[in-house]
Every structure is written in structure tokens, then in C-alpha cells.
């Protein structure tokens, strides 16, 4: 395939799907931003990969100056942003709306709602200006319909993600800012490790893997920009999605 030409900021790229993404846009040829919390798992997400063309990035996106400032970081070393992948998330435990204490709530909300508010937000006055944008955020089949196993904050944010999503497709098109959201159902990624009974090695075996998930994305930011895939949804052959 040809080798994608942009400067790419991957949220949530230290482990599991953001990772995934990440390596798949670098490998493709891409300029990319692995952004997350953690020093240590993002030195690990970039191993092998050249260092010219993916840089670390240690930033939570619920903060957002923080955020401002490393999207003026990366457009510095690495040219104007013109895709974001929004994939940094957590959840809680428990996850009932009777059991969750509210400042748990909040931090749920914060990274996984607003951080990806804060990371687009930062990005659209770069996107405005070279006239260009590809955004893809991570959401969930729990953001297509609730179930008590995501939990309510988890739920609740995820459905958020969607509504951004799609506004931004109304707000930006004249910009040729385009969005997308990807919903996956279960999963084999570390957020599995916070439920009260994580799978067993066989049933991950049966679920979505992270780089089925990078395959969407590059699905998405390989389109010409003339072409636009608002939403997908994807979950394991094995499971019904009805």
C-alpha cells in the first residue's frame, strides 16, 4: 500500500488499541505522537520503531492545558496534525449506578469524555488552517447501547464520544475535517484485567484483538478525503451483536 504522508497524535498509545493504532500509522509511514500517562509503557510502545518518526508524548488528556501543550509540541517537531486518534480510556470498579462513589464518576467522565473533547479541541485550529482533518475516536458498543458489564460511567461516556463524533461531522465538513467512530465489542486489551472476573486465556482468544481494531483505523485514515465513514461497528464472530 502506499506510505501515509501526516503527523499523527494517538491517545491512549501505550497499551492495547491506542498502541496498536500507533505502530500501524508509524509503519505505514506516518509521523506519530504515542501520547499517554505513562512513560514506561509508552518507551515500550515505541520500541523498534524509528525515532524520527514516533515520538513520546507523556500527557493525560483530562488535563486540558496539558493537552494544548502537547499538541503544539508535536506540531513543532513533526509538522501540522492531521489525524487524532482518540483511544485513551478507563473504567471503574463497580460500575453500578448505586455502588460508583461520584468522585469515581468524574474521573471516568474526565478521561474518556473530555479528555477526548480536550484532544480534538486542540487539534481544530491546526486542521482549520491546512484545510484537512482525519479524527477517529475509540468508543464502545457500550456507547451504541448501555449494559450493566461496561458499567454506567463507562456507558455514559462512550455514548458521549459518539455524540462529539458526529457533531464535529456537522460543525467541520467545511473544513474538510472529517470524523469517525469506531465501536468494538469485547476486546482481549489490559481494561479486561479491571473487571471482578476477567477472561480466561480462552475466551480472550475468542474476542476482537487490538490490531483488529488499528485495522479499522488505517481503514479510516486511508480513505481519500473526499470519503467519509462516520461510524463502524465491529465485535467478535463468535458473539451476536442483536
Not at 461520584?102 to 482549520?128: C, K, Q, S, Y
Request: glycine share 8%.
Amino acid at each position: 500500500m502506499n506510505a501515509i504522508e501526516a503527523t499523527a497524535i494517538v491517545t491512549g498509545a501505550g497499551t492495547g488499541m491506542g498502541e496498536a493504532a500507533a505502530r500501524a500509522l508509524v509503519q505505514a509511514g506516518a509521523r506519530v505522537a504515542f501520547v499517554g500517562r505513562t512513560r514506561a509503557t509508552l518507551e515500550q510502545a515505541v520500541s523498534g520503531l524509528p525515532e524520527e518518526i514516533a515520538r513520546i508524548e507523556v500527557c493525560d488528556v483530562a488535563d486540558r492545558g496539558a493537552t494544548n501543550e502537547m499538541v503544539a509540541r508535536v506540531a513543532d517537531a513533526f509538522g501540522p496534525v492531521d489525524v487524532l486518534v482518540c483511544s485513551a480510556g478507563i473504567n471503574s470498579s463497580p460500575r453500578g449506578l448505586g455502588d460508583i462513589e461520584p468522585e469515581v464518576w468524574d474521573h471516568v467522565i474526565d478521561v474518556n469524555l473530555t479528555g477526548v473533547f480536550n484532544a480534538m479541541r486542540a487539534v481544530l485550529p491546526g486542521m482549520r488552517e491546512i484545510k484537512r482533518g482525519t479524527i477517529v475516536n475509540i468508543s464502545s458498543i457500550a456507547g451504541v447501547r448501555a449494559t450493566k458489564l461496561g458499567g454506567v460511567a463507562y456507558s455514559a461516556s462512550k455514548h458521549g464520544v459518539r455524540s462529539l463524533t458526529y457533531t464535529v461531522n456537522q460543525e467541520e465538513r467545511e473544513h474538510n475535517i472529517r470524523s469517525c467512530v469506531i465501536c468494538p465489542g469485547e476486546t482481549a486489551t489490559p481494561l479486561l484485567d479491571k473487571r471482578a472476573k476477567p477472561p480466561s486465556p480462552e475466551e480472550a482468544a475468542l474476542m476482537l484483538q487490538s490490531e483488529d481494531v488499528a485495522d479499522a483505523v488505517m481503514f479510516v485514515v486511508r480513505l481519500p478525503m473526499r470519503a467519509n465513514v462516520p461510524e463502524i461497528i465491529m465485535h467478535p464472530t463468535s458473539a451476536s451483536f442483536v
